[in-house]
């Protein structure tokens, strides 16, 4: 077979079969309330959504390099290219960009356009120091991690807290060599 | 007489997670496939150290007089770390999930077939709530798709 | 940057267009998050009853939103206050909004004169879900039983929802039968209605 280049996210989301966003929604604003239900402290609905996402993450990459195409990525830059222009899109049907780019190449932003999961949402008293959108941050994280991505994430910006738009920043830890052969002995 | 004899899942570290035997009358149990799998891991480990260039991902294909082996293994993966006590070096390297389809010699489409496995295994084994990550893979939609694809295969076959 | 400009802020949820519910997302993307959804519950429970119970929980708080968001935007404020109105309801515009098709089928029970039966052959949670040998008939449409029940309620149809897998003759795969039982009160006022 001849090597095929990546896809579009365009082209895989018309691709892919589709459901309501609104079902996403709502069921992942059923999850919140579970989880503040549960937990009580919003401080650890926080970090149970992040793991939340991780888990999704995890598995989630698979079927992003399956349908997508996309082979290993050179650098972190192409990373986030890809994360945000095909993932975002093939996923959740929206698009994100990469901004804010450190001097050394290893943090970057990642500025969603739209966001389905925060439709019907407003934070209530009770809950601002709810990162509602925490799942998003953990899908990321688990993703790269197995692309051997070591990652910190956390957010910049969140509409639900006032700003004017949801802004991930994605900091790189450390890469872990793969091809390479190093002699320990030496 | 089938195509196509057998197929493995290998999970990231080695482990078998998945043997289906497709008619190759038998000759494994359930002790020969582990040995096989967890050799066959090794041996593909192996090859991307034999390779002169850096980057190489290993075995995608090996031929013998009556069987073929097509390999394909996914881009995610842990980083293992690889022994080799006889040049005393110790190499990093990707271990990804590993699936692997035994057939009759020049049996044509398998990297597409071993691509719509990926598929399956991503669809019906890894948005499965209940599955466990790198555990055996005991999915039975998984098995009534994976059938249908083998079979459809086949089916393709005859038809040429 | 492209296409930040987009995003309108508005200081308060209220005051944002309700939007037409044309949007979409990947199946995958659900599908990745119900699976959590279900993982995170089973962390949570010490059987098979109480995992039901807390799927149906969550399915319930989707079902009660979804009555206000549907009969707000496709009914004009109205609702269904008769007992075939509300099941037609739940079997084509509920199902058809959430799962993108109309159900299979709705019938009425033939053994009980409160119970009524929405079918599906495969419901959409349980796409990609086998579920495991030792769990019996545990089945995750308990959540979509839950959003049937969250309707009902919401509409004033109290009533006792369950998911049943159905085994179906010459097929593979059991199909998916949603057991509702109305409360008694519910009976009374239909035949009070005439």
Partial sequence: MPPVGPR????????????????????????VRQLLTDLEEVEEVNKQLDQMG????IRLIDEFLAKSNVSRCVDFKETAEVIAKIGFKMFLGVTASVTNWDADGTCCSIVLEDNPLVDFVELPDTCQGLYYCNILSGVVRGALEMVSMKTEISWIRDMLRGDDAFELQVKLLKQVPEEYPYKDDE | MAAIYSLYIINKSGGLIFYKDYG??????TNDSLRVASLWHSMHAISQQLSPISGCFGIELLQADTFDLHCF?????????LFF???????RMIQGTKFFVVCEPGTQHMEGLLKHIYELYTDYVLKNPFYEMEMPIRCELFDI???????????????? | MIGV???????????KPLSKGKQEVSLSAFAFLFSELVQYNQTQV?????????????????????LELLCHRDKGNRRETRLLGILSFVHSTVWKVLFGKVADSLEKGTEHEDEYMISEKELLVNRFISIPKDMGTFNCGAFVAGIVRGVLDGAGFPAVVTAHFVPVEGQQRPRTTILIKFAEEVLRREARLG
């Fill in chain 2, 24 to 29: 190759s009358s038998g000759r494994m149990d």
């Fill in chain 2, 73 to 81: 293994q996914s881009l995610t993966g842990y980083i293992s770390l």
């Fill in chain 1, 54 to 57: 991780y888990n999704i993450g």
């Fill in chain 2, 85 to 91: 006590f006889l040049s005393k070096k110790v190499t």
């Fill in chain 3, 46 to 66: 010490d059987n098979i009853a109480e995992l039901e119970r807390r799927l149906e929980d969550a399915g319930y708080a989707v079902g009660a939103r979804v």
């Fill in chain 1, 8 to 31: 579009s996210g365009d082209a895989i989301f018309a691709n892919v079969e589709r459901v309501n966003a609104e079902l996403f929604t709502l069921t992942y604003g059923a999850i």
């Fill in chain 2, 145 to 160: 798709n994976l059938t249908q694809a083998i079979q459809k295969d086949r089916v393709a076959l005859l038809a040429r």
């Fill in chain 3, 5 to 15: 400009g987009k995003i309108k802020q508005y200081s308060n949820v209220l005051d």
